[in-house]
Protein backbone atom coordinates (compact mmCIF):
# COMPACT_ATOMS: atom_id res chain seq x y z
CA UNK A 1 0.00 0.00 0.00
CA UNK A 2 1.56 3.27 -0.91
CA UNK A 3 1.62 6.48 1.52
CA UNK A 4 -1.66 8.06 0.14
CA UNK A 5 -3.91 4.94 0.15
CA UNK A 6 -2.47 4.58 3.50
CA UNK A 7 -3.95 7.76 4.74
CA UNK A 8 -6.96 7.27 2.73
CA UNK A 9 -7.36 3.86 4.47
CA UNK A 10 -6.62 5.10 7.73
CA UNK A 11 -8.91 8.34 7.35
CA UNK A 12 -11.76 6.07 6.50
CA UNK A 13 -11.27 3.33 9.40
CA UNK A 14 -11.05 6.48 11.61
CA UNK A 15 -14.37 7.68 10.40
CA UNK A 16 -15.96 4.65 10.27
CA UNK A 17 -15.40 3.86 14.20
CA UNK A 18 -16.32 7.02 15.32
CA UNK A 19 -19.56 6.61 13.47
CA UNK A 20 -20.12 3.22 14.89
CA UNK A 21 -18.79 3.82 18.41
CA UNK A 22 -20.89 6.78 19.12
CA UNK A 23 -23.04 5.37 21.91
CA UNK A 24 -26.81 6.35 21.44
CA UNK A 25 -27.73 9.63 22.72
CA UNK A 26 -23.74 10.89 22.83
CA UNK A 27 -24.37 13.02 19.39
CA UNK A 28 -27.15 14.64 20.99
CA UNK A 29 -25.82 14.74 24.39
CA UNK A 30 -23.15 16.84 22.43
CA UNK A 31 -25.04 19.17 20.76
CA UNK A 32 -27.89 20.16 23.17
CA UNK A 33 -27.26 19.24 26.41
CA UNK A 34 -23.62 19.62 27.20
CA UNK A 35 -23.99 23.37 27.35
CA UNK A 36 -25.97 23.41 30.63
CA UNK A 37 -25.30 19.90 32.00
CA UNK A 38 -21.16 19.77 31.23
CA UNK A 39 -20.14 22.33 33.80
CA UNK A 40 -23.60 22.67 36.00
CA UNK A 41 -24.99 25.50 34.37
CA UNK A 42 -28.03 27.00 36.23
CA UNK A 43 -27.57 24.29 39.33
CA UNK A 44 -28.08 21.71 36.19
CA UNK A 45 -27.09 17.78 37.33
CA UNK A 46 -23.78 17.86 36.36
CA UNK A 47 -22.59 14.84 33.76
CA UNK A 48 -21.05 12.07 35.95
CA UNK A 49 -21.78 13.63 39.02
CA UNK A 50 -23.25 10.15 40.50
CA UNK A 51 -24.14 11.97 43.90
CA UNK A 52 -26.41 14.43 42.49
CA UNK A 53 -27.76 11.45 39.70
CA UNK A 54 -28.36 9.04 42.12
CA UNK A 55 -32.13 10.23 43.46
CA UNK A 56 -33.02 11.39 39.56
CA UNK A 57 -32.20 7.63 38.79
CA UNK A 58 -34.17 6.41 41.14
CA UNK A 59 -37.47 7.97 39.83
CA UNK A 60 -36.71 5.66 37.38
CA UNK A 61 -36.34 6.31 33.49
CA UNK A 62 -40.03 6.43 32.24
CA UNK A 63 -41.04 9.35 35.08
CA UNK A 64 -37.23 11.24 34.61
CA UNK A 65 -37.58 11.33 31.17
CA UNK A 66 -41.13 12.23 30.45
CA UNK A 67 -40.30 14.88 33.02
CA UNK A 68 -37.51 16.44 31.76
CA UNK A 69 -39.00 16.46 28.28
CA UNK A 70 -41.56 18.67 29.49
CA UNK A 71 -39.50 20.98 31.45
CA UNK A 72 -38.38 20.66 35.05
CA UNK A 73 -37.67 24.33 36.94
CA UNK A 74 -34.49 25.64 34.64
CA UNK A 75 -34.18 23.02 32.55
CA UNK A 76 -36.06 24.27 29.21
CA UNK A 77 -38.73 22.10 27.78
CA UNK A 78 -36.70 19.84 25.07
CA UNK A 79 -33.53 20.96 26.59
CA UNK A 80 -34.25 24.12 24.68
CA UNK A 81 -33.86 22.27 20.78
CA UNK A 82 -37.98 21.89 19.72
CA UNK A 83 -36.97 18.94 16.64
CA UNK A 84 -35.91 16.96 19.34
CA UNK A 85 -38.18 13.78 19.79
CA UNK A 86 -39.12 12.22 22.47
CA UNK A 87 -36.80 8.46 21.12
CA UNK A 88 -34.09 11.26 20.24
CA UNK A 89 -34.29 12.78 23.89
CA UNK A 90 -34.91 9.63 26.14
CA UNK A 91 -31.30 8.54 24.98
CA UNK A 92 -29.85 11.97 26.04
CA UNK A 93 -31.11 10.66 29.00
CA UNK A 94 -29.95 7.32 29.13
CA UNK A 95 -26.53 8.76 27.76
CA UNK A 96 -25.63 10.87 31.22
CA UNK A 97 -27.57 8.32 33.48
CA UNK A 98 -25.18 5.77 32.36
CA UNK A 99 -22.05 8.03 32.39
CA UNK A 100 -22.95 9.07 36.26
CA UNK A 101 -23.60 5.02 37.65
CA UNK A 102 -26.78 4.26 36.11
CA UNK A 103 -27.04 1.22 33.51
CA UNK A 104 -30.51 2.72 31.32
CA UNK A 105 -31.05 1.51 27.66
CA UNK A 106 -32.74 2.86 24.12
CA UNK A 107 -36.29 2.58 25.45
CA UNK A 108 -37.71 -0.45 23.41
CA UNK A 109 -41.29 0.48 22.05
CA UNK A 110 -43.73 0.09 25.41
CA UNK A 111 -41.34 2.14 27.55
CA UNK A 112 -41.75 4.75 24.76
CA UNK A 113 -45.28 4.26 24.80
CA UNK A 114 -45.18 4.99 28.55
CA UNK A 115 -43.11 8.03 28.13
CA UNK A 116 -45.51 9.71 25.63
CA UNK A 117 -48.03 9.10 28.10
CA UNK A 118 -46.17 9.90 31.07
CA UNK A 119 -45.68 13.29 29.11
CA UNK A 120 -49.30 13.63 28.12
CA UNK A 121 -50.36 13.06 31.68
CA UNK A 122 -47.53 16.11 33.24
CA UNK A 123 -48.60 18.54 30.92
CA UNK A 124 -52.25 18.44 31.87
CA UNK A 125 -50.90 18.48 35.18
CA UNK A 126 -48.60 21.57 34.13
CA UNK A 127 -51.68 23.48 32.47
CA UNK A 128 -54.16 23.05 35.35
CA UNK A 129 -51.86 24.97 38.23
CA UNK A 130 -51.67 28.29 35.48
C1 LIG B 1 -30.38 25.72 29.24
C2 LIG B 1 -29.72 24.74 30.05
C3 LIG B 1 -30.07 23.28 29.88
C4 LIG B 1 -30.01 22.51 28.74
C5 LIG B 1 -29.59 22.93 27.34
C6 LIG B 1 -30.41 21.17 29.14
N1 LIG B 1 -30.70 21.13 30.48
FE1 LIG B 1 -31.33 19.51 31.56
N2 LIG B 1 -31.44 20.65 33.22
C7 LIG B 1 -31.09 21.98 33.31
C8 LIG B 1 -31.27 22.45 34.67
C9 LIG B 1 -30.97 23.85 35.19
C10 LIG B 1 -31.75 21.34 35.41
C11 LIG B 1 -32.10 21.29 36.90
C12 LIG B 1 -33.57 21.67 37.02
C13 LIG B 1 -33.93 21.85 38.46
O1 LIG B 1 -33.98 20.84 39.18
O2 LIG B 1 -34.16 22.99 38.85
C14 LIG B 1 -31.85 20.23 34.46
C15 LIG B 1 -32.33 18.97 34.80
C16 LIG B 1 -32.37 17.90 33.94
C17 LIG B 1 -32.82 16.57 34.30
C18 LIG B 1 -33.35 16.17 35.67
C19 LIG B 1 -34.82 16.56 35.70
C20 LIG B 1 -35.46 16.38 37.05
O3 LIG B 1 -36.55 15.74 37.11
O4 LIG B 1 -34.95 16.90 38.05
C21 LIG B 1 -32.69 15.79 33.19
C22 LIG B 1 -33.04 14.33 33.06
C23 LIG B 1 -32.16 16.63 32.13
N3 LIG B 1 -31.99 17.90 32.62
C24 LIG B 1 -31.90 16.19 30.86
C25 LIG B 1 -31.46 17.02 29.82
C26 LIG B 1 -31.21 16.55 28.48
C27 LIG B 1 -31.37 15.13 28.02
C28 LIG B 1 -30.80 17.64 27.75
C29 LIG B 1 -30.43 17.69 26.30
C30 LIG B 1 -31.32 17.09 25.36
C31 LIG B 1 -30.81 18.79 28.65
N4 LIG B 1 -31.20 18.37 29.90
C32 LIG B 1 -30.48 20.09 28.28
C33 LIG B 1 -30.64 22.79 32.29
C34 LIG B 1 -30.49 22.39 30.97
Known amino acids: MNLSLRSLFFTFVYT ?3 AAFAEPGENTYKQVCAACHGAGVLNAPKFGDKAKWA ?8 TLTAHAYVGVRAMPPKGGNPNLTVEGFSDAVAYMVNKAGGNWKSPDAKTLVAINKEIESRKAGLNQKQ
Not at 55 to 62: D, F, K, M, N, T
Request: no cysteine.
Open 55 to 62: PLIAEGQV
Open 16 to 18: VSF
